[in-house]
């Protein structure tokens, strides 16, 4: 090792310390702040599960019990407040990402964890990505902000289905919360970003594919906090086309209140963006490309045209304001891709447009390596507690690996090579590993 090797390797090591000397300085008690830095440092060094049993192994060889105990305690019985962790990151986190330009976006998203039984807290057979189909799982939702060069996660909860959430007893023995009740993945989200403001998080333009962006109420929420949004939307979304809206309301007929209310009639009717896609001529069709992807620039072809929302006008006295209505159709596909309705002003670029909306990627890339480096789905424990403790951890964890890069670029699989494991007892096999 040269001596500038030993130089980087010690000035790593002081800027781990000071990180998680800011992290561990919320969590109330002192007795936590040794288990908690051992817990970070486990999630980052390499191993094929992130458990606590694993990581008490590769942490401390020699008395793997006692570590095993230390680590679960702070992890599921420790009550600490994840919020406050999870906010020291971002005060650790955000001036590193900064240096590379301010925030941009606000993705919301959620993840899913496959799960056997029916005891882990949130666990029900939903829709999980991971495996591409409904099966049993819990779900979390998350913000993360981002700018063109790095992402954070600012805020995670677990979704509770309502089945859960109406279950005393399972609600009990899993730890949640008396003020958690039911709330839909839209609603945790608009919670979040509401938070968010308040906290003071730099804002950004809200971006989620079309789970959140074909909920009418989600954009109404986003648009009242302030934020622009570029929010995905399904094919059978309904809008007015350019020029076109819902009737004024009906003229007064003498007698009681005048009507109030919009209208349609059989000649005027909102349509599909899919229809309205398939209806536009060939000059309205742009190839953009939004980045250099791996191997090569990611393009594709897009229009872009001024619309307004038709859900549920007719209960209301006033048209949906104009948004964006932005659509992908791959040269050579037999129909449009995407859609995202979008808030950004009127004189919004079409290049500008594609760009934003592609920024989504990001969260992807969260998830990704969170799962995979950092081991966001390993946790086994069964409790509302020890599941968003686990998530903050993971993500303090993340969040150091996300400033080292904004230090350190292009590096964007950087791992702090000095952070090392010692040698693992002779047969030790953790619960949960392949071999096992």
């Not at 047969?427 to 590993?433: E, K, L, V």
Request: glycine share 8%.
């Amino acid at each position: 090792m040269t001596g500038q090797d030993v130089g980087l390797e010690r000035t790593g090591k002081r800027r781990f310390a000071a990180y998680l000397d800011a992290i561990t300085a919320v969590l109330g008690r002192a007795s936590r702040v040794d288990p908690a830095r051992a817990y970070c440092t486990g999630l980052l060094l390499p191993g094929e599960r992130k458990s606590v049993e694993p990581m008490a192994a590769r942490l401390e060889p020699g008395r793997v019990q006692a570590a095993h105990q230390s680590l679960h305690h702070v992890v599921a019985k420790a009550e600490w407040d994840d919020a406050a962790v999870l906010g020291a990151v971002r005060e650790q986190v955000l001036p590193a990402m900064e240096r590379h330009g301010p925030v941009a976006y606000w993705i919301v998203d959620d993840t899913a964890f496959p799960k056997q039984g029916t005891r882990s807290v949130g666990v029900a057979r939903q829709y999980c990505g991971q495996l591409g189909k409904r099966d049993n799982c819990q779900v979390a939702v998350s913000l993360s902000v981002a700018n063109e060069h790095a992402s954070l996660p600012v805020a995670y909860q677990l979704y509770l289905p309502e089945a859960w959430a109406e279950d005393r007893a399972r609600r009990a023995k899993a730890g949640v919360p008396e003020a958690v009740a039911f709330e839909t993945k839209t609603a945790i989200a608009l919670g979040q970003i509401r938070q968010a403001l308040a906290d003071g998080v730099p804002e950004g333009i809200v971006l989620g594919d079309a789970g959140y962006g074909d909920e009418t109420e989600f954009r109404a929420g986003v648009s009242a906090l302030g934020p622009h949004y570029v929010l995905g939307v399904r094919p059978g979304t309904t809008v007015w086309p350019p020029g076109t809206g819902p009737l004024p309301p009906a003229p007064r007929s003498g007698r009681g209140r005048p009507p109030t209310r919009l209208r349609r009639s059989p000649e005027n009717q909102p349509v599909s963006v899919k229809a309205l896609a398939v209806d536009q001529p060939a000059s309205a069709w742009r190839a953009v490309t939004w980045r250099e992807g791996s191997q090569t620039a990611l393009s594709s072809r897009f229009a872009a045209l001024r619309v307004r929302p038709a859900h549920r006008d007719t209960t209301r006295t006033a048209p949906w304001p104009e948004e964006w209505l932005l659509i992908e159709w791959p040269e050579g596909e037999a129909e449009p891709s995407k859609y995202w309705l979008s808030t950004l002003p009127p004189r919004t670029a079409l290049k500008r447009l594609v760009h934003v909306a592609k920024a989504r990627w990001r969260i992807e890339r969260d998830y990704q390596e969170l799962k995979q480096e950092i081991g966001l789905g390993h946790y086994e424990g069964r409790g509302w507690r020890g599941f968003h403790h686990h998530a903050s951890l993971c993500v303090a964890a993340y969040g150091f690996l996300m400033a080292e890069r904004c230090l350190f670029p292009p590096h964007d699989r950087f791992t702090p090579d000095w952070i090392a494991a010692p040698a693992l007892p002779r047969g030790f096999q953790p619960r949960g590993s392949a071999a096992a």
